[in-house]
Nanobody, 122 residues
Framework: QVQLVESGGGLVQAGGSLRLSCSAS????????MGWFRQAPGKERDFVAA????????RYADSVKGRFTISRDNAKNTVYLQMNSLKPEDSAVYYC???????????????WGQGTQVTVSS
């Protein structure tokens, strides 16, 4: 079991930046690939970014490439999502998730945080 808690969401103007954090407790954090997903009202939960257990590989949705950066600190049991050049369409609840190997499919993740709201005003 691993417990995930997101933080760092909030209200920001278009063009601004936010850094989301996801702290993990429970079993060994470095055993899990980590993903970030987002869900806007009335929409599916979409893949944003993922990072492998060893930090050697990262993946991004096309919509966030060049603007968002996923990273992790295994010593601190934390994964981050740095979001720059934010757009109103980035507004959503952002979730972190964990599974044994990285995936862009939300249904394949085993553990989820409660989510943090990101709102980007125009």
């Amino acid at each position: 079991q691993v417990q995930l808690v997101e933080s760092g969401g909030g209200l920001v103007q278009a063009g601004g930046s936010l850094r989301l954090s996801c702290s993990a407790s429970g079993r060994t954090f470095s055993s899990y690939a980590m993903g970030w997903f987002r869900q806007a009202p009335g929409k599916e939960r979409d893949f944003v970014a993922a990072i492998s257990r060893s930090i050697s590989s990262t993946r991004y949705a096309d919509s966030v490439k060049g603007r968002f950066t996923i990273s992790r600190d295994n010593a601190k049991n934390t994964v981050y999502l740095q979001m720059n050049s934010l757009k109103p369409e980035d507004s959503a609840v952002y979730y972190c998730a964990a599974r044994a190997s990285w995936s862009s499919n939300a249904y394949e993740y085993d553990y989820w945080g409660q989510g943090t709201q990101v709102t980007v005003s125009s």
